[in-house]
Antibody, heavy 119, light 111 residues
Framework: EVQLVESGGDLVHPGRSLRLSCTAS????????LSWVRQAPGKGLEWVGL??????????EYAASVKGRFSISRDDSESIAYLQMNSLKPEDTAVYYC??????????WGQGTLVTVSP | QSVLTQPPSVSGAPGQRVTISCTGS?????????VHWYQQLPGRAPKLLIY???NRPSGVPDRFSGSKSGTSASLAITGLQAEDEADYYC???????????FGGGTKLTVL
């Protein structure tokens, strides 16, 4: 059974950093791209970024709203993906979901982890 | 303002059919990129409902169907049930933004 478990969400002050983890199981981790999607309280879904598998170069891409502040990495030996978030802003407050990419869609989602950015 | 436009809400009585539209532009749906649909039950993570415009993952009832034509796509739900009450999101790719995009979401109320 495919499982994605996010962790690391917390309450942080603006300007600080936070790293989220996504621990995967139930599939061959290194075969797949992974993506992060977030949802602000009471709002819709927003794509944050993606990291490709090493077979496809391992490159990452980001939404304009987080480019230069967020970075995604992966440890295929541990089946973990990370979202490093720097220079956090109040508008980054959201539930962050880790997803497995299937083609151009997200076929498996974690339960999410809440990040709150507040003074 | 989302790049993909969905109605904020739709409603229907049990047993009825409802449709949810998703309208994009020439840089996303109109450029031939597929549309996918997700269902988000209250307090839960989203779940893939339709992929590749009209394909259902294993386990999704055939009451749910999707289609796409030009810049627009739609999700149809027939035989509406109380447990279908949820938020529904469409998703595609935009080549001018170089990334994935979501619609603003549609809240389905079963009367």
């Amino acid at each position: 059974e495919v499982q994605l478990v996010e962790s690391g969400g917390d309450l942080v002050h603006p300007g600080r950093s936070l790293r989220l983890s996504c621990t995967a199981s139930g599939f061959t981790f290194n075969y797949y791209a992974l993506s992060w999607v977030r949802q602000a309280p009471g709002k819709g879904l927003e794509w944050v970024g993606l990291i490709r598998s090493k077979a496809y170069g391992g490159a990452s891409e980001y939404a304009a709203s987080v480019k230069g502040r967020f970075s995604i990495s992966r440890d295929d030996s541990e089946s973990i993906a990370y979202l490093q978030m720097n220079s956090l802003k109040p508008e980054d407050t959201a539930v962050y979901y880790c997803t497995r990419v299937g083609g151009s869609y997200y076929n498996y989602w974690g339960q999410g982890t809440l990040v709150t950015v507040s003074p | 303002q989302s790049v993909l436009t969905q109605p904020p809400s739709v409603s229907g009585a049990p047993g009825q059919r409802v449709t949810i539209s998703c309208t994009g532009s020439s840089s996303n749906t109109g450029a031939g990129y597929d549309v996918h649909w997700y269902q988000q039950l209250p307090g839960r993570a989203p779940k893939l409902l339709i992929y590749g415009n009209g394909n259902r993952p294993s386990g999704v009832p055939d009451r749910f169907s999707g289609s796409k034509s030009g810049t627009s796509a739609s999700l149809a739900i027939t035989g509406l049930q109380a447990e279908d009450e949820a938020d529904y999101y469409c998703q595609s790719y935009d080549n001018s933004l170089s990334g994935s995009i979501f619609g603003g979401g549609t809240k389905l109320t079963v009367l």
